[in-house]
């Protein structure tokens, strides 16, 4: 034997504890302590959240393991714990993640079924378009449309540049729509939608270009948002460059959630039945089409049973006239959907 060694018995032995060795449990820490908290922007993997809504205590988050790759977006409600204080370099965690009333989603185009959450819980859809410079694109509208009818939003049609171009023309195409039209221009004061924002969480959508950003400038005094001129082709060049929810004045109360300048909005992931059970007068007739119907009448669906009212004329023949061409613009064969 070696100078220095000695005989080991099992008392000498030590077994350090690794993996294999650790009882686990299935049970997870039930947080009672936790903060509600909403999700205001998403960074690179950190979430700044308002806690209790308030805007004046931001925290910023990290996604806690236990809710693994569980997606978070912008108008989420949280429950925060660790440091909520909101101090320099500190940092909570995000542990839960409430049922959410309302999704905005989106595809990248009508052949991809990954869907995209753009908003959550947010009670309207302001469906920014200029009526001029851009011109206005209805496809896009429509398709706007159909993901606020599935998303459980209440669109609003806001048309600005009311001072280059009348709206007549393009209302017309919505009359059989139960829409919020609201008209804007750039030398006057947004008051009418700013009355339809109040108390509300509503998100803005559009393309580039048509007046968004100078909107919220307008609404949110002090707030700046980057703001472009419109490029030589007729498209905006994008200036919004990420998901926020901004506080509206405390006299007003809510939130308006600025998004990126939008050119595709695939709605791969909406089906036809998800579209018709938002058109109340319409649903129980089309409750007796045949199965799988797209209710776009003939050539495509002959047996659809909307048939029967559209041969009556009248204000719900206007509807289901926009009806069809929402669920048109659904299915990609839109050729200004974009």
């Known amino acids: 034997m070696k100078q220095g060694w000695r005989n080991l018995d099992e008392s000498d032995?030590?077994?350090?504890?690794?993996?294999g060795t650790r009882p686990r449990s299935k049970q997870r820490p039930k947080h009672a302590?936790?903060?509600?908290?909403?999700?205001?922007?998403?960074?690179?993997?950190?979430?700044?959240?308002a806690v209790g809504g308030d805007p004046s205590r931001k925290v910023t988050a990290m996604r806690a393991r236990e809710l693994g790759r569980t997606p978070i977006v912008v108008g989420d409600q949280v429950d925060l714990v660790g440091d909520t204080s909101g101090q320099t370099d500190t940092l909570a965690r995000i542990v839960r993640v409430s049922e959410r009333s309302s999704v905005l989603r989106r595809t990248a185009d009508d052949t991809d079924d990954t869907e995209r959450v753009v908003v959550a819980n947010a009670s309207q859809l302001v469906i920014v378009v200029a009526l001029a410079d851009p011109p206005p694109r209805p496809g896009f509208i429509d398709r706007c449309l159909v993901a606020a009818y599935a998303g459980k939003?209440?669109?609003?049609?806001?048309l600005t540049k009311a001072d280059l171009a009348g709206a007549e023309a393009l209302l017309a195409a919505y009359s059989g729509l139960d829409l919020r039209v609201v008209v804007t221009r750039f030398d006057e004061e947004p008051a009418e939608l700013r009355a339809l924002l109040a108390g509300q969480v509503s998100a803005l959508v559009g393309h580039s270009g048509v007046g968004k950003s100078?909107?919220?400038?307008?609404?949110?005094?002090?707030?700046d948002r980057a703001t472009?001129?419109?490029?030589?082709?007729?498209?905006?060049?994008?200036?919004?460059?990420?998901?926020?929810?901004?506080?509206?004045?405390?006299?007003?109360?809510?939130?308006?959630?600025?998004t990126p300048g939008i050119r595709s909005f695939g709605l791969?992931?909406?089906?036809?039945?998800?579209?018709?059970?938002?058109?109340?007068?319409?649903?129980?007739t089309a409750e007796e089409c045949p199965v799988n119907c797209g209710h776009l009448g003939p050539p495509a669906d002959p047996d659809c049973a909307l048939?029967?009212?559209?041969?009556?004329?009248?204000?719900?023949?206007?509807?289901?006239?926009?009806?069809?061409?929402?669920l048109v613009s659904r299915a990609g064969k839109d050729e200004l959907a974009d």
């Open 307 to 326: 048939e029967t009212l559209l041969a009556h004329g009248g204000p719900t023949a206007d509807r289901i006239v926009s009806l069809r061409r929402l």
């Open 33 to 49: 302590d936790a903060e509600q908290a909403m999700v205001i922007t998403v960074d690179r993997g950190r979430w700044t959240c």
């Open 153 to 158: 939003l209440d669109p609003v049609l806001c």
């Open 214 to 223: 100078t909107l919220v400038n307008k609404l949110l005094p002090g707030v």
């Open 13 to 19: 032995v030590r077994v350090r504890p690794g993996k």
């Open 228 to 258: 472009g001129e419109v490029s030589g082709v007729g498209k905006g060049r994008h200036t919004s460059t990420s998901t926020l929810a901004l506080p509206l004045p405390p006299e007003v109360g809510g939130w308006v959630i600025d």
């Open 268 to 284: 791969a992931h909406v089906k036809p039945d998800d579209l018709v059970k938002h058109f109340d007068d319409l649903a129980a």
